[in-house]
Nanobody, 116 residues
């Protein structure tokens, strides 16, 4: 069993920044990818950022240019730096550890609220 614990959520105003950190209990190098998803009220959970084991990163258009995902294999952490935040970024953010077939483990989530 692998446990993922998110931290760093909170409330900011439009244009502000937040840094989310995911601390993993196991070896993150074993996974195909580490990622951050988000789920806004009454919406489906969606990808916010993903980093492959070879450090290649993937962002949807909604976060590209504003969010940066990184990983530290030694510290077993995955970080999401979020800049120029918008009210539509308000959501619960989940860290995930992914196998090639999909998400294997989820964290419990951390709330991010952006006010206008």
């Amino acid at each position: 069993q692998v446990y993922l614990v998110e931290s760093g959520g909170g409330s900011v105003q439009t244009g502000g920044s937040l840094t989310l950190t995911c601390t993993v209990s196991g070896n993150i190098e074993l996974f195909h990818a580490m990622s951050w998803y988000r789920e806004a009220p009454r919406k489906q959970r969606e990808l916010a950022a993903l980093i492959l084991s070879n450090e290649h990163t993937i962002y949807p258009n909604t976060t590209k240019g504003r969010f940066t995902i990184s990983r530290d294999n030694t510290k077993k952490t995955v970080t999401l730096q979020m800049n120029n935040l918008r009210p539509e970024d308000t959501a619960v953010y989940y860290c995930a550890a992914e196998w090639k077939g999909g998400v294997g483990y989820w964290g419990e989530g951390t709330q991010v609220t952006v006010s206008s």
